[in-house]
């Protein structure tokens, strides 16, 4: 993990997820895609390296990604998680001013710019 990211780390689904979420972010954060699901053995990497990290969880309102959503609550109950709108079902496909917003409402930091394309 780098430390140039700071102490928050964004956990998605998927590249696009990714993508799209990072060119919201104003501030460093590193963003780790489980590209859908995620085995044991990545999990418990990835618990080993997030142990001093604040950890959000930003996935699909769907099947899967609920699926994942309770699989991630129960390895990391410290987590903030982050909710979209059921009626965008993805995150790649939700409307960066409604990403903006609910990134903002977890306290992380987005351009300014996102929040008024709403």
Do not use: W
């Amino acid at each position: 993990m780098n430390d140039t990211y700071g102490d928050k780390v964004l956990i998605v689904e998927g590249k696009s997820d990714k993508k799209k979420v990072k060119s919201i972010l104003k501030e460093p954060m590193e963003i780790v895609c489980t590209n859908g699901t995620i085995s044991m053995a990545k999990l418990d990497e990835l618990i080993d390296t997030l142990e001093d990290k604040e950890v959000y969880i930003l996935v699909d309102a769907d099947d899967a990604g609920e699926k994942l959503r309770k699989q991630l609550k129960r390895e990391f109950p410290q987590a903030e998680h982050i909710y979209i709108d059921r009626m965008y079902r993805e995150v790649a496909t939700a409307p960066v001013y409604h990403l903006a917003t609910v990134l903002l409402g977890a306290n992380i930091d987005v351009h300014s710019e996102f929040l008024e394309m709403g």
